[in-house]
């Protein structure tokens, strides 16, 4: 015999107790506030040591969040389902759903110039104006040095490197501490904006730099941010209007620069399209 079926059988011989139903309606009605009080992990008892802490209580809230997300959209078909609305007025050559599909070759070229373009981008190959940057071999664009100033006389006697050339911070940097700090970036040579022109209109505007995709020069002036000949910046161009061949508003565009910012005192870019 099984033995999953000794609680069946023992079901069948001897029944249940006669307060069964009600001690199974009080549990249930006690669970919701069991349940409150785990998410609010709350001792009640001097006993009740184990709590929902640690990565119990991350599986309890991961399996509370998706509870709670499908009791809205069941909420809200419901009230989709009972709430009446207007039907708009059809204008004139509308299309019918059925014939809505029709178009897939015009969708499919459209999603495969968008593949095709992301690649690119992920390969960081781009058309650049300046394909060929004499690049330094050496740490020409860092000064060695072991007190910078008297500022960082507090430091420990560490080496320290100094930018010497333009760099990009963005809004949320943090310094670390000067025990730990390792590079130094000059304020006085940080550039948040860009003079970007856009080769097909002939125009030039004064955008924001978002980050710095790629220096040319290796990938730690890459990391810090420096901004030299060459190196390829990404520039809000919400401004100028542009759209995707799907016609989404196009907020982040890749651009080069083709000057020496650490020598002129400003960025001038190419905008790559």
Known sequence: MPQGDYIALHKKRHGRRLDYEERKRKRQAREVHRRSRDARQVMTRAFDLWQLLGAKGKRFAKKRYAEKAQMKKTLKMHD????????????????????????????????????????????????????????NTNWSGLWLNKKCSKFYELAREKWKRMVTKATFIGPGFTRKPLKYERFIRPTGLRFTKAHVTHPELKCTFNLDIISVKKNPNGEMYTSLGVLTKGTIIEVNVSELGLVTPAGKVVWGKYAQVTNNPENEGYINALLLV
């Open 80 to 135: 989709e389902s009972t709430s009446r609305q207007k039907a708009d007025d059809v204008e004139e050559g509308a299309i019918p759903p059925y014939l809505l599909d029709r178009d897939q070759t015009l969708r499919a070229k459209v999603l495969s110039n968008t593949l095709r373009q992301k690649r690119i981008e992920k390969a960081c190959r781009w058309g650049v104006p300046l394909p060929k940057v004499i690049f």
